[in-house]
């Protein structure tokens, strides 16, 4: 089949695959297009109705039920040293409110580099500490796990929060008796790579 595309939208055309690879173009009167199409739909259903009753299931299900912000957890935003946006104001509130609540919570926070999504993670980290919790802060790599490690302990300088990471670069006597400091209670909040869920 031809689509025909005007000289002025050029720009909307780009190379279906380079020349190594052996992916096939459908030929759109086969009935093999229609076939993958129809399997595609049903997965894509079957996923649908398989996170629908994962979000009921969750709904269901009691969580700790956090409480509202006191005057140490102020403070600790009273310490901020930049000048917080409209959105990261708003979605540390909606983020609060979600803690408050006896169910459990998702949040995906989206936001270009610098605009404070960890701010918002440290926040509510520290609301967790306040109420006894211990918090683990999973991150992609291990530089990462690096860098909120330093942005934690800077942001939490003046404050009793204990502060540990773990990645590759832990001995494993070092990432030992981190694990048993953090059975103990003694470390509030943990950074660190997939390492952690071991």
Same mark, same amino acid.
């Given at each position: ?18 020349s190594? !690879? ?9 009935? +093999? ?7 595609? +739909? ?58 408050? +609540?006896?169910? $459990? ?22 609301k ?11 991150? $992609? ?8 490690? !330093? ?6 300088? !003046?404050? $009793?929060? !204990? ?6 670069? +832990? ?13 103990l ?14």
């Open positions: 089949d031809k689509v025909y595309v005007p000289v002025y939208r050029m720009n909307l055309i780009q190379k279906y695959s380079d190594s !690879n052996v992916t096939k173009v459908a030929n759109l009167r086969s009935q +093999k297009f229609n076939q993958a199409k129809e399997r595609a +739909k049903s997965s894509i259903k079957k996923l649908a109705f398989n996170l629908l009753k994962l979000q009921a299931q969750r709904e269901t299900e009691q969580a700790y039920a956090f409480s509202s912000p006191c005057h140490l957890y102020q403070e600790f935003e009273l310490e901020f040293p930049f000048v917080e946006t409209k959105d990261q104001r708003s979605t540390t509130d909606r983020v609060l409110q979600e803690m408050q +609540k006896n169910t $459990p919570m998702d949040h995906l926070v989206c936001g270009d580099v610098g605009f404070g999504k960890t701010e918002i993670a440290m926040r509510a980290a520290f967790a500490v306040l109420d006894k919790k211990q918090v683990v802060l999973l991150a $992609p790599t291990t530089i990462l796990t690096l860098q909120h490690f !330093n942005s934690f302990l800077l942001r939490f300088k !003046n404050f $009793p929060v !204990n502060i540990e990471f773990l990645s590759r670069f +832990k001995t494993a006597k070092e990432a030992k008796e981190i694990q048993k400091e953090i059975e209670g003694n470390i509030d909040i943990i950074i660190g790579t997939h390492k952690v869920l071991s």
